[in-house]
Structures are given as structure tokens and as C-alpha cells.
């Protein structure tokens, strides 16, 4: 097989020849969000990762993640070329939440606002008023409440059962969950925080509530990440996908990081801490896409039509 080496030098002469640039999220493999960073392109979080590619001038947008970031990176440039190393890269909370059972909720509830995750069908956005990612849901669902607005909130139980806390808004929630944050242990942290005083717990919120409650920090990929380079201890316990430390050591090198506890480790258990669908993408995915034209992503036209005003209302928000 061919060299890790030949192959990241192949990937890269690829990108540069197809005027493509590379779009990763921090879950992918760390040598992915190197040759991102390296060509031009960007590691990021879902709500950072679709305006980069909107706003990029190149042509044809490589987008290693899972497939709703792909499918939202064609929403909004349905004129690009959206190209993904694997397209069976999927989501659990998109796939916990089909199109037309979610549509039938919907319309079980004409009084609500219908706010959905970025993690979702290109489907389910067309049926939304407000699409939201970790980072901005609190802003987002504050601003509705404000408005005395009722809201429908899908698909990630744990989020929404954050936000509706945080905000007291009146949320009817979709039961999904992430099947990676799902597995973090209220418990089993509990012990690791006696052990380590001193650190401070981050947690993305898609973890269950007990988890959430031990957290120093909530927050988005990108803002856990921040709070690591900015934060003044030494020592952090993260609960995400530990892909995600990839970036941290490169960012905060003197900082000590620690996974969060889950039930089981990787031989019981195939989703603790790590994405399998974001393990998918890999350099050899990188190469194949580019150089056959294959991994291309679709979205008809009517639904992409439709979807594109739920995430054009929350990119006009956050901007
Ligand atoms: P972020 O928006 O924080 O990057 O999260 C997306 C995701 O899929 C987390 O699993
Ligand atoms: Fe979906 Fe969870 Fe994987 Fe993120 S980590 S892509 S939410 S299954």
C-alpha cells in the first residue's frame, strides 16, 4: 500500500489541481485536519465549517465529516462541486429522525416553531424555521422565547433538554441521541474529578444531563477547543470525540488532557469517544474523490431550496 507520506502529497497535489479545498471537522483524523489546515482549507465546527465553505471562492469543496455537513455545505453553494472522502458517513441523530415521521410531528404541532440541529437530512431542514448548531442554540432558542415563541426542537434529546434549562423555553423534544455523547458516565466522571481537583471539565452538550451538571465549560467543538488556549489550569477532562485533542495539543502543547470516562473502551464497545462515521474519512478517501470525481454530494433542488432559509436565518444571526 501506498505510503501515508505519498499519499498526503498526492492528496495535496490533487486539492491544488482541482482548485478543491478541504473542509474538516476535528473528529477526522488527525493527518486530514493537518492537510486542511496545510492547503488553505480549515478545521472547525459544524456552524464554522458551512459558512468556510460558502464564503471560499474555490470550485469544488472536499468535505471531510459526517453527511449533513456536506449536504449543508451544497445547500448553501448549490453551484459547487461538494465532493466527501466516504458518503456513508452518516449521523445517529440523522438517522434517528426520518423525514416523514418528523414532518407528521410537525404538522401534529402548527403552533410551534420548528428549530432542528444541523445534524439532520437535507429533508428535515426544508420542514424547519431555524436550523442551529451546539455553538449558537442557546442565542437562537433565547432570541424565540423573547418572541414568545412555542417550539419544536429535534433531534438531539440531550441538547434540547440543556437549552430548554438554560432558557425555560416551551420545547416539545424529538427523542434522538448522538450514540458517541450518549456513552460519557455521570459517575464514573464524578471519580475522575476527586482524583483531578484541579481540572476543568469540558463537555460538549450532547452528553446526558448528570454529565452536563459536572461541566466547567458547555460548549461547541470550537468553544471547547478555545477554552482549553485560554483557559488558566493545566489540566483538562474532555468529553467529546477525542479527535478533538488532536487540535487542543497543537493549540495549548503544555496543556494535559484527559478523556472523559465512559462504560466501555474500544474492544466492548465501537462508538466510546470516537465517531465511526467520522472515522470514515481518511487521506485514501481524500485521493479517491478528487482524482475519479466520486463521493459526490446531491441535494434536489426543491429540498435544497427549502432547507437553505433554516440556515440562512441562523447564519444572518450569528453574523
Ligand atoms: P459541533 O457543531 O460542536 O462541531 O458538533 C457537531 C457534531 O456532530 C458533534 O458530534
Ligand atoms: Fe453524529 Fe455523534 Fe458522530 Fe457527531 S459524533 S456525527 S453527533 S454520531
Known sequence: AESREALRQRAKALLQARNAVLVAHYYVDGDLQDLALETGGIVADSLEMARFGRDHAAQTLVVAGVRFMGESAKILSPHKT????DLDATCSL???????????????????????????SAAVKARADWMVTSSCAL?????????????????????????????????????????????????????????????????????PAGVVALADVVGSTSQMLQAVVHGTAQRYIVATDNLIMHRMRQLAPGKVLIEAPTAGNSATCKSC?????????????????????????????????QAVRCIQRMLDFVA
Open 273 to 305: 469517544a470516537h465517531c465511526p462515521w467520522m472515522a470514515m474519512n481518511a487521506l485514501q478517501g481524500v485521493v479517491d474523490c478528487l482524482e475519479h470525481q466520486q463521493g459526490e454530494i446531491h441535494v434536489e433542488a426543491a429540498t435544497g431550496s
Open 94 to 120: 440523522d438517522l434517528g429522525c426520518p423525514p416523514d415521521d418528523f414532518a407528521r410531528f410537525c404538522d401534529e404541532h402548527p403552533d410551534r416553531q420548528v428549530v432542528v440541529y444541523a445534524n439532520t
Open 82 to 85: 461538494v465532493l466527501m472522502p
Open 139 to 207: 442565542g437562537i432558542v433565547e432570541h424565540l422565547k423573547a418572541q414568545g415563541q412555542k417550539l419544536i426542537w429535534a433531534p438531539d434529546r440531550h441538547l434540547g433538554r440543556y437549552i430548554q434549562e438554560q432558557t425555560g423555553a416551551d420545547m416539545l423534544l424529538w427523542h434522538g441521541a448522538c450514540i458517541v455523547h450518549d456513552e460519557f458516565k455521570a459517575t464514573e466522571l464524578e471519580l475522575l474529578k476527586e482524583q483531578y481537583p484541579d481540572a476543568q471539565v469540558l463537555v460538549h452538550p450532547e452528553s
